[in-house]
């Protein structure tokens, strides 16, 4: 008999036992079922969805700025001045990081080409940089003259020419 009451115990401590988790799986259920269909909560979430879109769009028109076909202007990084009787070409080297290696200079029959180009790898990834900007320059040019050099965050070409 007493064999017999202990086999019951056991029996009764797993039938308490799988109720137990009868009836939590139960609770988390009928709380999911409530939460999927209880409206206030769905519009918090509908809410909260919009607003990120909302947040993602805002940020798409930003980047597009204000006439998304045209090109993004930036400062110029080649300028050209004429003086009295010289050409004068500055290169901004702020975005080459300063290194005026980094900037090709040709001439030929009175076109001046400036190019230039960087390729680095930043913390969101490769960066690449390149420009090309070209002159026609009607004067008769002294291309044997030319000078070039570097002032601060400039690179001035001058290139002298004869009226």
Known sequence: MEQHKKWLKIL???ILGFVMIFAAFYLAIAVALHQMLDPVYNSKKIEKLIKQQEK???KFEYDLGEHPFLPKTRPMLVNLVKE???YKIIVDLKPLDGNENRVNVKIKDNIISV???LDRQTHRG???LNFSQAYYLDEN?????MT??????KYIITIPFND
Request: glycine content about 12%; proline content about 0%; cysteine-free.
């Open 12 to 14: 009764g401590i797993i």
């Open 56 to 58: 993602n769009f805002e």
């Open 84 to 86: 009295n009787d010289e």
């Open 115 to 117: 190019n230039g180009e």
């Open 126 to 128: 490769e960066e690449i």
């Open 141 to 145: 040019l002294q291309t044997d003259k």
């Open 148 to 153: 070039k050099e570097k002032k601060g965050d």
